[in-house]
């Protein structure tokens, strides 16, 4: 019997009526699928595989392919009518709702159920997807004991070979769980309810399209959104009151509106299509900037389960930098990158690189640079031998993002925006990221990635694509430089 929910459905459900009633009924209005939001789900795939370590010898009773889950359902009956203790991807179906449990376990009479998520704490909407698996397991039947979360313990740190009880750690969320089982009986009627209707729920965009996850028919549902001067090129704030007040387009706010100071510059210069500089402000950020220049810039991985030594999940990797030097005002522009083999752990070889070419005098200019100071300040604790010198680097840095993010300098053509990729094109329209193979910093992170599972004639080019991006962004920062000299 084909299922009406699952646990990805109903969540949508809960999330927003109408994503739920898209999903099922007109999926071709869906955003075009995102490479970077799939690289996520594969991650979150393999911390899934390598959490079943924690219960080895299970049996899978996963189904031959998404259109099959009756057959796991039916799987899974017959594993547990055996006695088999422990189960991977679980299935239960009861009244149309379909949900797969991670990992099953049964101790004595009872049963245990275990939910891996590849985040760092549990949240919210985890709880609610295991309020939902219980409610199902036990309408089903099952003499379900108690429900957890596995996720990545953000204290564990790496040494040698991987060690996968320190790696996750469980958390019961049985009494979250229990409170909230007349809600999702309620919710599941509600929902169901809504595939039936032969229009989808009418339901306004709202914060809800972002949270808790990005919905995938935002192009849709915001397309009667300006895509130039709409409100939401202020801040999520002030965006939300404008939208509530009937306010789509810059054009449409009354000119006695009280917005904050930022809103305020970054309407009044749309209004005028006139650039606005702040000289003054512009001169002062300049002064304390002193050659010789080193515009520099990393670009990272945040592997979920620590590749190397000394690494916790998710920490930040610099596994490539990009610096570009000016040793005085008519100096020829100088060129030097590192980038990591994609096997090895980058850091000790670029922290070499780093500290050859960064001098002990000048400025270090950054674009955003609490990203850069960050690293330099994760480098030092691991590399305690070079601390002093790395410590020695922060003092240096200059963010050069900062005349842009405070408006100092400020064109209508920021909308708003002020990191590189938004500033760049408007002043220095010559510099163009979207011809470059790989256009941003996430599309870097994922191709480095997968450096080592490519042939050798793939990361040739792709190693190639990524030192052109990684230059493009410090060159970019040397012709910003240039133009706020020139003010
Ligand atoms: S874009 Fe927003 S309103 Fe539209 S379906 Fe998604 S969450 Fe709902």
């Given at each position: 019997?084909?299922?009406?929910?699952?646990?990805?459905?109903?969540?949508?459900?809960?999330?927003?009526?109408?994503?739920?009633?898209?999903?099922?009924?007109?999926?071709?209005?869906?955003?075009?699928?995102?490479e970077?939001?799939?690289?996520i789900?594969?991650?979150?795939?393999?911390?899934?595989?390598?959490?079943?370590?924690?219960?080895?010898?299970?049996?899978?009773?996963?189904?031959?392919?998404?259109?099959?889950?009756?057959?796991a359902?039916?799987?899974?009956?017959?594993?547990?009518?055996?006695?088999?203790?422990?189960?991977?991807?679980a299935?239960?179906?009861?009244?149309?709702?379909?949900?797969?449990v991670?990992?099953?376990?049964?101790?004595?009479?009872?049963?245990?159920?275990?939910?891996?998520?590849?985040?760092?704490?549990?949240?919210?909407?985890?709880?609610?997807?295991?309020?939902?698996?219980?409610?199902?397991?036990i309408?089903?039947?099952?003499?379900?004991?108690?429900?957890?979360?596995?996720?990545?313990?953000r204290?564990?740190?790496?040494?040698?070979?991987?060690?996968?009880?320190?790696?996750?750690t469980?958390?019961?969320?049985l009494?979250?769980?229990?409170?909230?089982?007349?809600?999702?009986?309620?919710?599941?009627?509600?929902?169901k309810?809504?595939?039936?209707?032969?229009?989808?729920?009418?339901?306004?965009?709202?914060?809800?399209?972002?949270?808790?996850?990005?919905?995938?028919?935002?192009?849709?549902?915001w397309?009667?959104?300006?895509?130039?001067?709409?409100?939401?090129?202020?801040?999520?704030?002030?965006?939300?009151?404008?939208?509530?007040?009937?306010?789509?387009?810059?054009?449409?706010i009354?000119?006695?509106?009280?917005?904050?100071?930022?809103?305020?510059?970054?309407?009044?210069?749309?209004?005028?299509?006139?650039?606005?500089?702040?000289?003054?402000?512009?001169w002062?950020?300049?002064?304390?900037?002193?050659?010789?220049?080193?515009?520099?810039?990393?670009?990272?991985?945040?592997?979920?389960?620590?590749?190397?030594?000394?690494?916790?999940?998710?920490?930040?990797i610099?596994?490539?930098?990009?610096?570009?030097?000016?040793?005085?005002?008519?100096?020829?522009?100088?060129?030097?990158?590192?980038?990591?083999?994609?096997?090895t752990?980058?850091?000790?070889?670029?922290?070499?690189?780093?500290?050859?070419?960064?001098?002990?005098?000048?400025?270090?200019?950054?674009?955003?640079?609490?990203?850069?100071?960050?690293?330099?300040?994760?480098?030092?604790?691991?590399?305690?031998a070079?601390?002093?010198?790395?410590?020695?680097?922060?003092?240096?840095v200059?963010?050069?993002?900062?005349?842009?993010?405070?408006?100092?300098?400020?064109?209508?053509?920021?909308?708003?925006?002020?990191?590189?990729?938004?500033?760049?094109?408007?002043?220095?329209?010559?510099?163009?990221?979207?011809?470059?193979?790989?256009?941003?910093?996430?599309?870097?992170?994922?191709?480095?990635?997968?450096?080592?599972?490519?042939?050798?004639?793939?990361?040739?080019?792709?190693?190639?694509?990524?030192?052109?991006y990684?230059?493009?962004?410090?060159?970019?920062?040397?012709?910003?430089?240039?133009?706020?000299?020139?003010?």
């Amino acid at each position: 019997m084909s299922h009406v929910l699952s646990k990805s459905t109903f969540m949508y459900g809960c999330q927003c009526p109408k994503r739920l009633y898209l999903h099922k009924h007109s999926r071709d209005l869906r955003n075009p699928d995102d490479e970077q939001q799939q690289a996520i789900f594969d991650r979150g795939t393999n911390i899934g595989e390598l959490a079943r370590q924690l219960f080895k010898y299970g049996v899978d009773a996963s189904p031959p392919d998404n259109y099959s889950y009756h057959l796991a359902v039916a799987k899974t009956t017959a594993l547990i009518a055996r006695d088999v203790p422990i189960i991977y991807e679980a299935a239960f179906q009861y009244e149309g709702i379909l949900c797969a449990v991670d990992i099953l376990v049964k101790q004595g009479k009872h049963w245990y159920a275990f939910e891996v998520k590849s985040t760092l704490s549990v949240k919210e909407q985890h709880v609610q997807d295991a309020a939902l698996q219980y409610y199902v397991m036990i309408n089903c039947g099952l003499p379900l004991q108690d429900i957890s979360i596995i996720y990545l313990d953000r204290e564990y740190v790496r040494k040698g070979a991987l060690d996968i009880k320190q790696l996750f750690t469980t958390t019961s969320v049985l009494t979250e769980v229990l409170d909230q089982q007349r809600v999702i009986s309620n919710k599941v009627k509600v929902l169901k309810n809504v595939l039936t209707q032969p229009e989808p729920p009418a339901i306004a965009i709202g914060p809800h399209c972002f949270a808790p996850y990005g919905c995938d028919f935002s192009n849709h549902c915001w397309a009667h959104m300006p895509t130039e001067n709409s409100v939401f090129e202020f801040n999520a704030t002030t965006a939300w009151k404008l939208f509530d007040a009937g306010y789509h387009h810059l054009d449409q706010i009354p000119a006695d509106y009280k917005l904050p100071p930022k809103a305020t510059l970054q309407l009044t210069q749309a209004r005028s299509g006139q650039v606005y500089i702040d000289a003054e402000s512009i001169w002062q950020f300049l002064q304390p900037i002193t050659y010789p220049l080193y515009f520099f810039d990393f670009e990272t991985i945040m592997p979920g389960i620590p590749e190397f030594d000394t690494c916790t999940p998710y920490q930040q990797i610099p596994f490539q930098f990009s610096l570009h030097i000016k040793q005085h005002a008519t100096a020829e522009l100088e060129h030097i990158d590192f980038l990591g083999d994609g096997i090895t752990d980058p850091r000790p070889d670029l922290l070499e690189a780093m500290l050859t070419h960064l001098g002990n005098t000048g400025s270090i200019i950054c674009y955003n640079m609490n990203f850069e100071k960050g690293r330099i300040t994760d480098l030092a604790k691991t590399y305690p031998a070079a601390a002093t010198h790395l410590h020695a680097l922060n003092p240096r840095v200059v963010d050069l993002m900062a005349p842009f993010q405070k408006q100092w300098y400020y064109h209508p053509e920021f909308h708003g925006r002020y990191s590189i990729k938004a500033v760049l094109p408007v002043l220095v329209p010559e510099l163009r990221y979207d011809q470059l193979e790989i256009p941003n910093g996430s599309l870097a992170s994922l191709v480095y990635a997968n450096l080592k599972h490519q042939d050798a004639i793939t990361s040739t080019l792709q190693r190639q694509a990524l030192r052109e991006y990684c230059k493009l962004d410090t060159l970019a920062m040397v012709k910003l430089y240039e133009v706020l000299k020139a003010v």
